[in-house]
């Protein structure tokens, strides 16, 4: 599987009035302009996005990353919201939220800080999210 990396914040441009249209002919899925991040974060704070897109399988998340990142769009995944701090001043490019078929992720291998920890023997609790944290 071809690994696709987020665009580095500082080298995104704002999305044009170009880029929107095409966007629109582009993506049949659901595709919101202007959206209130606060909406979306479990804190309830945050500036607008440009766009936010839900996509709900593995074929449309490819899809839609190659063809924003073949015009230069800058993105950000996000869940559920409950991890996410959106600046005040927003969020210029596209706001991509995984629905569906990424309700449900399972971690089929022990991740590397899981290893590290029963590796060296440390106590060790779960978050929420599954993944360890250090017992202080």
């Given at each position: 599987?071809?690994?696709?990396?987020?665009?580095?914040?500082?080298?995104?441009?704002?999305?044009?009035?170009?880029?929107?249209?095409?966007?629109?002919?582009?993506?049949?899925?659901?595709?919101?302009?202007?959206?209130?991040?606060?909406?979306?974060?479990?804190?309830?704070?945050?500036?607008?996005?440009?766009?936010?897109?839900?996509?709900?399988?593995?074929?449309?998340?490819q899809l839609l990353l190659g063809w924003l990142g073949a015009n230069n769009i800058g993105w950000r995944i996000i869940g559920r919201g409950s991890n996410i701090l959106v600046s005040e001043s927003g969020f210029s490019g596209v706001i991509i939220r995984l629905q569906g078929d990424f309700k449900a992720i399972t971690q089929e291998q022990p991740s590397r800080l899981q290893r590290d920890a029963e590796a060296k023997d440390k106590s060790w609790l779960y978050a929420g999210g599954g993944e360890p944290c250090w017992q202080l």
């Open positions: 599987m071809e690994t696709i990396k987020q665009p580095a914040l500082a080298k995104m441009n704002p999305i044009t009035t170009r880029q929107k249209a095409a966007l629109d002919s582009f993506w049949s899925g659901s595709l919101v302009w202007e959206v209130d991040m606060a909406d979306y974060s479990t804190l309830k704070s945050g500036g607008k996005a440009t766009a936010l897109i839900d996509v709900s399988s593995k074929a449309e998340l």
